[in-house]
Nanobody, 114 residues
């Protein structure tokens, strides 16, 4: 069974940085397009960033210029570098495969204090 495990979240002050990781259980999994999503308490899950098999990236307007998505296929891992964090970035962050999503994992909690 293919699974994705998110890690790297934590508590950080506004203006700080974190790097999230998404590790896949199959070596070929990250050859597909991948995406990061987040869900704040009481809100719907929302798109954050995507990266294609060719390395092309897209970002939500709310994070563009602050977050960077990347992938290391040798490690079967996708990353999300988050800089200049704001309290509004507080959420549980999830990764998934595109265009066909698989089941959501536990995600990793990011909390940004003001």
């Amino acid at each position: 069974q293919v699974q994705l495990v998110e890690s790297g979240g934590g508590l950080v002050q506004a203006g700080g940085s974190l790097r999230l990781s998404c590790a896949a259980s199959r070596a070929s999994f990250t050859l597909n397009a991948m995406g990061w999503y987040r869900q704040a308490p009481g809100k719907q899950r929302e798109f954050v960033a995507t990266i294609s098999s060719g390395g092309r990236t897209t970002y939500a307007v709310s994070v563009k210029g602050r977050f960077t998505i990347s992938r290391d296929n040798a490690k079967n891992t996708v990353y999300l570098q988050m800089n200049s964090l704001k309290p509004e970035d507080t959420a549980v962050y999830y990764c998934n495969k595109l265009p066909q999503l698989i089941g959501w994992g536990q995600g990793t909690q990011v909390t940004v204090s003001s």
